[in-house]
C-alpha cells in the first residue's frame, strides 16, 4: 500500500513522469502529467485490458495502433486515445471512463499481489493535448478509485476464490462439460458461456454478475469438487495499422465472439465504425435520459413520459451509464440525487463539465426539497430542481418549458 501511496504522492507534488512497480504479476507503470494520471499499464494482459475497457465503452471504435509509436516512451494507448479523440472517435468523457476502468483493474492485480518488489520513479516531460488533459484522473479521482479496488480487493481475498486473480479464465475440464441449455432459474445458465477457458473472471463480473461476493458464491462449488479449473489467458495481439493505413479490427478467436459486454450500441448509430453517434433527427419524440436506482420511481417516471409522447432511457447505475449518455445524446435528462456509489450533485457537475452536455437540461429530482439542497443543485449546474416523487403534470410542463428554450 506505501507504493500506491507514492503514486498518490507523485501527484499531489505535480511531477512528470511515470512510476514503475513490480509485482509477482509483473511491472505496472502509472504515467503523470501536471499532478494527473495518464495512464495506468500492466506488463500482462495490456492489450486484453485495454480491449475490455474500450468494448465496454464505445463498442464499434474499430482501432489500430500505429507502428512508429513503438518508439515513443508513452504508451500506445494514450497515443491512441489521443488520437481518437482528435479524430472524435471518442470523447474525453468516453476516454475518462476507459483510463478508470483500466487503473481499477491494475490496482486491483497490483493490490491483489500483496507485495511490491521494486519501485521506481522516472521523472520525464510528457506530451499530451489539452483536451487528453481534460479527461486525465486528477488526484481526487484517483483516490476514490484507490480506496473503491482496496474495498474490492478485501471483498475477493476474504472469499472461497481469494486466491484466483481476476485476470484467471474459469473453464470446464472436459470430463465435466457445462450444461447446455439448462434451466432459465438456474443462476449458472447465465454464465455458462463464460466458462469455458475463453473469459476472464473480470469479464464475468463485469457482464454477467453484480457484485464479487454474487461471483465467488457461484464458482466456489464448482472449484472446491474439481469441476471447474483456473487457467492463464494469452494477451491479445496487438492490432497495427497497415502501411496503407488502412485499419485492421482487433482479431478475437470465433471462440470468443461472447468475450463482449451485454451493453450493444443504439440502432441510431452512424454505421462508420469509430464514428461518433449520429445525433437523433429532429422528427423524432425527444428523448429524456432518467438517471435513477429505483426501479419504482423509474416505471413511474417513463409512464408519464411516454404518456407525453417522448421517448425515455433508463440509467440506473450512473459510472457504467455514461457511455450510454454520449451514445444516444438525450434531449433533456432526469437526475437523481442518491444514487449508488455516486453523489448526484457531483455527477451535474460533471455532466456540466463534458461538451457534449454543456447545454442540456438537467433536472434534480430529490425528497430532500430545502433551499440549501436548491442552491448546491444550481451550483452544480442544474437546471431545475423538482421534488420526487413528481406530479405528472407538473413535470411535463417542466420539461417541455426547458425543451423549448434549448430547440
Known amino acids: 500500500m506505501e507504493h500506491i501511496s507514492n503514486l498518490l504522492d507523485q501527484l499531489e507534488q505535480l511531477n512528470d513522469g511515470e512510476l514503475r512497480l513490480t509485482s509477482k504479476s509483473g511491472q505496472w507503470r502509472f504515467y503523470v502529467l501536471d499532478g494527473q494520471l495518464l495512464y495506468a499499464s500492466g506488463q500482462a494482459l495490456a492489450v486484453r485490458r485495454f480491449h475490455r475497457a474500450a468494448y465496454y465503452h464505445r463498442a464499434n471504435w474499430k482501432w489500430s495502433v500505429d507502428p512508429a509509436w513503438s518508439e515513443d516512451k508513452q504508451t500506445w494507448e494514450v497515443l491512441l486515445l489521443e488520437r481518437a479523440i482528435a479524430h472524435s472517435q471518442l470523447s474525453p468523457v468516453q476516454v475518462k471512463l476507459i483510463l478508470r476502468m483500466v487503473l481499477g483493474e491494475c490496482l486491483f492485480e497490483l493490490l491483489h499481489d500483496g507485495t511490491v518488489t521494486a519501485s521506481e520513479w522516472l521523472p520525464y516531460h510528457l506530451e499530451t493535448s489539452s483536451t487528453y488533459r481534460s479527461a486525465a484522473l486528477s488526484l481526487l479521482e484517483v483516490k476514490r478509485i484507490v480506496g473503491k479496488t482496496e474495498r474490492l480487493v478485501k471483498t475477493w481475498t476474504e472469499g472461497a476464490l481469494g486466491y484466483i486473480h481476476l485476470s484467471s479464465a474459469p473453464i470446464f475440464p472436459a470430463e465435466h462439460p457445462p450444461a447446455e441449455g439448462g434451466d432459465s432459474s438456474d443462476p449458472l445458465a447465465a454464465i455458462g458461456p463464460y466458462l469455458q477457458g475463453h473469459h476472464s473472471l473480470w469479464d464475468l463480473f463485469l457482464n454477467q454478475v453484480p457484485s464479487l461476493d454474487r461471483l465467488a458464491s457461484l464458482l466456489w462449488p464448482l472449484a472446491k469438487t474439481g469441476k471447474l479449473k483456473f487457467k492463464s489467458l494469452l494477451d491479445l495481439p496487438l492490432p497495427v495499422a497497415s502501411e496503407s493505413n488502412q485499419a485492421r479490427a482487433i482479431s478475437i478467436p470465433a471462440s470468443q465472439e461472447n468475450d463482449q459486454p451485454r451493453h450493444t450500441p443504439a440502432t441510431a448509430q452512424s454505421s462508420t465504425p469509430g464514428a461518433e453517434p449520429t445525433v437523433q433527427a429532429s422528427s423524432q419524440p425527444a428523448l429524456i435520459a432518467c438517471i435513477d436506482d429505483s426501479p419504482v420511481l423509474t416505471l413511474a417516471l417513463k409512464k408519464i413520459l411516454t404518456s407525453a409522447g417522448y421517448r425515455t432511457l433508463s440509467i440506473p447505475e450512473p459510472m457504467r451509464g455514461f457511455s450510454k449518455l454520449i451514445e444516444h445524446r438525450p434531449n433533456l435528462i432526469l437526475l437523481d440525487l442518491m444514487l449508488p456509489n455516486a453523489d448526484g450533485y457531483s455527477i451535474c457537475k460533471f455532466l456540466r463539465e463534458t461538451p457534449a452536455f454543456a447545454k442540456t437540461p438537467i433536472i434534480i429530482l430529490t425528497g430532500q426539497d430545502t433551499n440549501l439542497d436548491r442552491m448546491r443543485a444550481r451550483l452544480a449546474g442544474a437546471t431545475?430542481?423538482?421534488?420526487?416523487?413528481?406530479?405528472?403534470?407538473?413535470?411535463?410542463?417542466?420539461?417541455?418549458?426547458?425543451?423549448?428554450?434549448v430547440a
Open 384 to 405: 431545475e430542481f423538482l421534488a420526487k416523487p413528481p406530479q405528472a403534470e407538473a413535470l411535463v410542463e417542466m420539461i417541455d418549458r426547458h425543451l423549448k428554450k
